[in-house]
């Protein structure tokens, strides 16, 4: 009885390492999420198709509407670093990145968004 417990508690470990990479892909982190006009805002994605192109998306209310389009390469090791600029708008706006990930075990469109915010000077 021990042995098909011991053995069902190794298939079920083994079964959430092989979850794990997924879990873990196609990241976005932005800094700082609040800032004035003329900030830098900076993107920086982690865990994307080595180089592929990944698409980004600008809106600039968050509204769904998208406003600026572009694209960057995402480096060999997956990662990526976008730098845009604060303009005249002091709104939540929204940064969406993405890409069609052809590696065998993921073979989809990922979406990864991210909010940030201008807002009044002084």
């Given at each position: 009885?021990?042995?098909?417990?011991?053995?069902?508690?190794?298939?079920?470990?083994?079964?959430?390492?092989?979850?794990?990479?997924?879990?873990?892909?196609?990241?976005?982190?932005?800094?700082?999420?609040?800032?004035?006009?003329?900030?830098?805002?900076?993107?920086?994605?982690?865990?994307?198709?080595?180089?592929?192109?990944?698409?980004?998306?600008?809106?600039?209310?968050?509204?769904?509407?998208?406003?600026?389009?572009?694209?960057?390469?995402?480096?060999?090791?997956?990662?990526?670093r976008?730098?845009?600029?604060?303009?005249?708008?002091?709104?939540?706006?929204?940064?969406?990145?993405?890409?069609?990930?052809?590696?065998?075990?993921?073979?989809?469109t990922?979406?990864?968004?991210?909010?940030?915010?201008?807002?009044?000077?002084?």
């Amino acid at each position: 009885m021990y042995g098909k417990l011991a053995i069902a508690a190794v298939a079920a470990v083994l079964g959430s390492l092989a979850l794990a990479p997924a879990a873990q892909a196609h990241n976005i982190y932005v800094s700082p999420r609040f800032g004035d006009q003329g900030d830098a805002f900076v993107f920086r994605g982690t865990a994307w198709q080595p180089f592929k192109r990944v698409r980004i998306y600008y809106d600039e209310s968050a509204d769904g509407r998208i406003e600026q389009t572009t694209s960057v390469f995402a480096n060999r090791f997956g990662s990526f670093r976008f730098t845009w600029r604060g303009e005249n708008v002091e709104d939540t706006h929204r940064m969406c990145f993405r890409q069609y990930d052809s590696r065998r075990r993921f073979q989809r469109t990922f979406t990864r968004c991210r909010l940030f915010t201008l807002v009044p000077a002084g």
